[in-house]
């Protein structure tokens, strides 16, 4: 079985209404599907890479490229999960958690996004809640940290539910012009008194080398 020589296609993070795990090749097929079938307002632009600024089919390739392309360059002092989001049997978008000399620095950062037909929900808050717990009672981080443009209201209102506070700006150019993003952070202590949604983690222990641990 592959996960017996790559652990983290054992790995399981369970809420009461999603499961996170690497995609195998149907799920990123689907994950394709998702993108490609649309993740925001093409009005606005989220994200600092304008990735989705592209036809429905480069954006299905490239989501399954990107998600290979962290698989290959994952050490354990320099990696990023990316995990899929399954909700009733389908993959509805994707949940990340990163980090860079981790077993030092115990700080992680996360990033995400949802197919538009599955926003407004309340997914966002149980995914990134996953790799939350992931972080600091799997892992012991110390530290989560996110950021989001200054009008990406959605981001912000789930971070503010998870116990995130301010830290600070970033000015970014997208698109050809300057956009203010609001760098958050997440402390274990913060977490702790936030903590409502209820995470099963099944399958980290022989991952623990691969987040140098």
């Keep these: 079985m592959i996960a017996d020589h790559w652990p983290l296609f054992g790995l399981r993070l369970r809420t009461p209404r999603l499961e996170l795990r690497l995609p195998d090749l149907e799920d990123l097929a689907r994950l394709g599907d998702v993108a490609a079938a649309g993740v925001h307002d093409p009005a606005v632009m989220p994200f600092v890479a304008p990735w989705t600024d592209a036809t429905p089919e480069e954006r299905a390739r490239n989501t399954i490229k990107w998600q290979w392309a962290q698989w290959g360059r994952w050490s354990p002092g320099d990696w990023t999960l990316q995990l899929v989001v399954v909700a009733a049997g389908e993959v509805i978008g994707t ?119």
Excluded at 103 to 125: D, E, F, K, N, P
Aim: hydrophobic share 40%.
């Design 95 to 213: 949940q990340d958690i990163g980090a860079r000399d981790f077993a030092t620095a115990r700080i992680v950062g996360t990033g995400s996004w949802l197919g538009l037909a599955y926003q407004g929900r309340g997914y966002g808050t149980d995914m990134r809640a996953a790799v939350l717990e992931l972080a600091f009672t799997g892992l012991g981080a110390e530290f989560a940290t996110s950021e989001a443009f200054e009008d990406n209201a959605a981001s912000y209102a789930v971070s503010r539910k998870l116990g995130y506070t301010d830290n600070g700006t970033e000015w970014h150019v997208v698109r050809g012009e300057r956009v203010l993003g609001r760098r958050l952070v997440l402390d274990r202590a913060a977490w702790t008194a936030a903590r409502t949604t209820e995470v099963e983690i099944t399958g980290l222990e022989p991952c623990l080398p691969l987040f140098g641990l």
